[in-house]
């Protein structure tokens, strides 16, 4: 039985605190299920951001999408998780991913690693949050003040759902395993940290191999696709022709049919997002924030349903 869809927008640009908020709200009255940062270097910081968003919002919930788990230290993540849940009241959703840009890391002055190391790292801070966090998402081994957390809302999650970005093999058994939430690139990582989209055959395979290493899960993910381009036009074709540049190995047809490409008539869009759900499960999909307005009548027609 696939799941009701729920929509989220990355918010990706830097703004004052009034500009913020009111994209925040925004996002909101449009009908977005959750507000998302990144963790790339030259956006906003995502922790604030989403304190933030909180104060500005009241019913969408607030990721990270994703963490660069590279950038953090499990036991300093686990009490930013702990203070960010708190402050959001229960809406939290944690985000983590390997980091792919090795300029950034060279920016920051950490290690990129091999992809080996990197996935490692992901693992071992994956298992140490749990271990931290505990079952109901609190820190026991950052105790509060006066050793007792702020109460969670009653109607809430027993701890923030943890997403997880993959595309390669051992990203994947690592999401059958631990993520509530199993996020798909709908790209694989080329040179220099450029992202390569994936064929709708290729998505399938990897959505395959995804299923095949969680069958024995007893609750299955919700399972998530980052949309990169939408497009509400009524001319598809003259539409997609500035990104072929971009995609010099495609063609203009091929570049329509990638599964992360969104671009026709509002009633095309809905029916490609009813498309993914049904062809690969993907229930939840993400916009980047400069898709948040052409985006918003598919929300409205499908959020929820």
């Given amino acids: 039985m696939s799941r009701p869809f729920r929509f989220g927008v990355s918010l990706i640009a830097p703004a004052t605190a009034t500009e913020w908020a009111a994209k925040c709200r925004r996002a909101e009255e449009l009908g977005y299920d959750v507000i998302t940062v990144a963790d790339h ?6 922790f604030p951001s ?39 009241e229960g809406r939290l959703e944690l985000g983590l991913g390997t ?39 609190l820190s026991s081994g950052t105790p509060w003040p006066g050793g007792k957390a702020p109460e969670r809302p009653s109607s809430g999650p027993p ?12 990203m994947l058994g690592i999401a059958a395993e631990h993520a509530d939430i199993a996020s798909f690139t709908g790209a694989r990582t080329g040179r220099n940290g450029t992202l390569e989209p994936l064929t709708a055959t290729e998505l399938d395979q990897r959505v395959a191999l995804y299923l095949k290493a969680s069958a024995a899960r007893e609750e299955p993910a919700e399972l998530n696709l980052l949309i990169q381009i939408v497009t509400v036009t009524d001319d598809r074709d003259a539409a997609v022709r500035p990104w072929l540049p ?35 499960g993907f229930s939840y999909l993400t916009v980047l924030e400069p898709n948040l307005e052409a985006f918003a009548p ?8």
Avoid: C
Wanted: charged letters at 25%; glycine letters at 8%.
């Fill in 41 to 46: 270097l030259g956006m906003p910081a995502p």
């Fill in 50 to 88: 989403l304190v933030a968003a909180a104060a500005a919002t009241r019913r969408p919930r607030l990721g990270t999408f994703v963490l660069n788990a590279a950038f953090w230290n499990p036991a300093l993540l686990a009490r930013e998780v702990t203070t960010t849940d708190a402050l959001t």
């Fill in 99 to 137: 980091g792919y840009v090795p300029a950034e890391h060279e920016t920051a002055g950490l290690p990129f690693g091999t992809p080996r190391e990197r996935v490692d790292h992901l693992l071992r801070t994956v298992e140490e949050l749990k271990r931290l966090l505990g079952p109901d998402g």
């Fill in 159 to 170: 701890r923030a759902p943890l997403l997880i970005g993959a595309n390669g093999d051992r």
């Fill in 246 to 280: 971009r995609l010099p190995h495609l063609t203009e047809r091929e570049v329509l049919e990638l599964p992360i490409v969104l671009i026709g008539t509002v009633e095309q869009l809905v029916g490609q997002v009813r498309d993914l759900r049904e062809r690969y």
């Fill in 298 to 305: 598919v929300v409205r027609e499908l959020s929820g349903r």
